[in-house]
């Protein structure tokens, strides 16, 4: 049985002038996949999630994301699509219901249908009691597990999350990759980056990048073996050293 592809990316080129910041990308991501978008700072990863959420338009390639073409249905993409950034885009003087209510309603979801899964959902997180808090005023750990939650509050084909672990706890890590594992398993497909290499072994398959360009695609497990080496931690070292 042919999987559904979620992400078709064929030689996906961005150039700024001279410099090309993703060049030739090809790749394709899976319905309920967790897919890993690796690469140090400068590598082109923040450019190429650009461009795939419908933020910024390629210099050239064919790319297709969530069944929609990036050229002439970029709306519809963005309609379909879930994004959480490290600094989590919740509102700070809303409270928890608010925060969930306004992003539903961007994505036109109606009154009677928010409440109702709304209400669900915190049940589900057993944050209940705190959805008339200000956001500012509930922890680290929590906001995290909230943006996420609102990120898929409209049930996306697929969800970016662009470094969402960076600065917390490795506990409060873990505990959201429980979320994402969940969260795959519903069948919404999540592109993840990160700079934690345990976290690449948590995907599903990871594409490692170096200067614009994709210099690695597979499972940890085949990648670990390919780089004769004992995790995603050396294989980035191999790789980097290159």
């Known amino acids: 049985m042919t999987q559904e592809k979620i992400i078709t990316a064929k030689n996906m080129t961005k150039k700024f002038g001279h410099f090309v910041a993703n060049d030739n990308l090809t790749f394709d991501v899976y319905k309920g996949e967790i897919f890993g978008f690796l690469g140090?700072?400068?590598?082109?990863?923040?450019?190429?999630?650009?461009?795939?959420?419908?933020?910024?338009?390629?210099?050239?390639g064919e790319i297709k994301v969530a069944g929609f073409d990036i050229y002439k249905q970029n709306e519809k993409i963005k309609k379909n699509i879930g994004y959480m950034s490290q600094k989590f885009s919740l509102y700070e003087d809303l409270t928890?219901?608010?925060?969930?209510?306004?992003?539903?309603?961007?994505?036109?979801?109606?009154?009677?249908?928010?409440?109702?899964?709304?209400?669900?959902?915190?049940?589900?997180?057993?944050?209940?009691?705190?959805?008339?808090?200000?956001?500012?005023?509930?922890?680290?750990?929590?906001?995290?597990?909230?943006?996420?939650?609102?990120?898929?509050?409209?049930?996306?084909?697929?969800?970016?999350?662009?470094?969402?672990?960076?600065?917390?706890?490795?506990?409060?890590?873990?505990?959201?990759?429980?979320?994402i594992y969940q969260t795959a398993e519903e069948g919404i497909t999540v592109f993840v980056t990160t700079h934690y290499m345990d976290e690449a072994e948590y995907c599903d398959r990871v594409s490692i990048m170096d200067e614009g360009k994709i210099v690695a695609l597979d499972t940890p497990l085949n990648l670990i073996e390919q780089y004769k080496v004992q995790n995603m931690d050396e294989v980035f070292v191999k790789i980097a050293r290159k």
Not at 40 to 46: D, F, M, P, V
Not at 119 to 126: A, P
């Open 40 to 60: 140090a700072n400068g590598a082109g990863k923040t450019t190429a999630i650009r461009i795939l959420c419908g933020l910024s338009m390629p210099s050239a």
């Open 96 to 179: 928890v219901y608010e925060n969930l209510n306004f992003y539903a309603s961007i994505y036109g979801m109606q009154k009677n249908e928010i409440k109702k899964k709304a209400d669900e959902l915190l049940e589900k997180l057993e944050f209940s009691y705190a959805k008339n808090k200000l956001i500012k005023d509930i922890p680290l750990g929590w906001k995290q597990k909230l943006a996420f939650s609102t990120a898929v509050f409209h049930n996306p084909k697929i969800v970016f999350l662009d470094e969402p672990t960076g600065g917390v706890d490795p506990v409060t890590r873990r505990q959201f990759w429980d979320l």
